[in-house]
């Protein structure tokens, strides 16, 4: 089975790159960051350079891919179908989508003080960044893109379920 697709995006695709996420895929997105830098990891770690820039997709060359579309979800589509991806229900919500790092599971009592009163009472199984320290639940802000990107990509809904 070939490895996993991971990606760069570059400055303008700061969407596409939490729905990437949202999706599982490992994908690097900086505020901040020199064209030559995105190339270099590029190339150094193997990942497709996502970007909008004709410019920067032409330096790419092999490693790059031009993102026509300026929405959001039919930039998913152009990704999903260039590398015809099949994101799997597993694999969503793996990854932390502000910073990237796979997220593990937590306990309900340690996520006792960190969720609101309502959230804690009413939802049995956390997910946390070990990066900046986030946790997600069913519900938590990451649900719309799930809801969208299972409506996306054909599915029912993805859900957040307990082992
Ligand atoms: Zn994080």
């Given at each position: 089975?070939?490895?996993?697709?991971?990606?760069?995006?570059?400055?303008?695709?700061?969407?596409?790159?939490?729905?990437?996420?949202?999706?599982?895929?490992?994908?690097?997105?900086?505020?901040?960051?020199?064209?030559?830098?995105?190339?270099?990891?590029?190339?150094?770690?193997?990942?497709?350079?996502?970007?909008?820039?004709?410019?920067?997709?032409?330096?790419?060359?092999?490693?790059?891919?031009?993102?026509?579309?300026?929405?959001?979800?039919?930039?998913?589509a152009e990704?999903i179908e260039r590398?015809?991806?099949?994101?799997?229900?597993?694999?969503?919500?793996?990854?932390?989508?502000?910073?990237?790092?796979?997220?593990?599971?937590?306990?309900?009592?340690?996520?006792?003080?960190?969720?609101?009163?309502?959230?804690?009472?009413?939802?049995?199984?956390?997910?946390?960044?070990?990066?900046?320290?986030?946790?997600?639940?069913?519900?938590?802000?990451?649900?719309?893109?799930?809801?969208?990107?299972?409506?996306?990509?054909?599915?029912?809904?993805?859900?957040?379920?307990?082992?």
């Open positions: 089975m070939a490895p996993p697709h991971r990606f760069v995006v570059d400055m303008m695709l700061g969407k596409l790159a939490r729905w990437l996420r949202a999706m599982g895929y490992d994908t690097l997105y900086f505020k901040v960051a020199e064209d030559r830098h995105l190339l270099q990891l590029a190339h150094a770690e193997c990942r497709t350079l996502l970007t909008r820039d004709t410019r920067l997709a032409r330096l790419a060359g092999a490693a790059g891919l031009l993102i026509h579309a300026t929405e959001v979800e039919p930039q998913v990704v590398f015809a991806l099949s994101p799997g229900g597993e694999d969503f919500l793996s990854r932390c989508l502000e910073c990237n790092t796979r997220l593990v599971d937590r306990s309900k009592d340690s996520a006792r003080e960190r969720v609101p009163p309502h959230v804690f009472a009413t939802h049995d199984h956390f997910v946390g960044c070990p990066g900046c320290d986030r946790i997600y639940w069913q519900g938590s802000h990451a649900d719309r893109i799930l809801t969208r990107l299972g409506r996306l990509l054909g599915r029912s809904r993805p859900t957040l379920s307990g082992p």
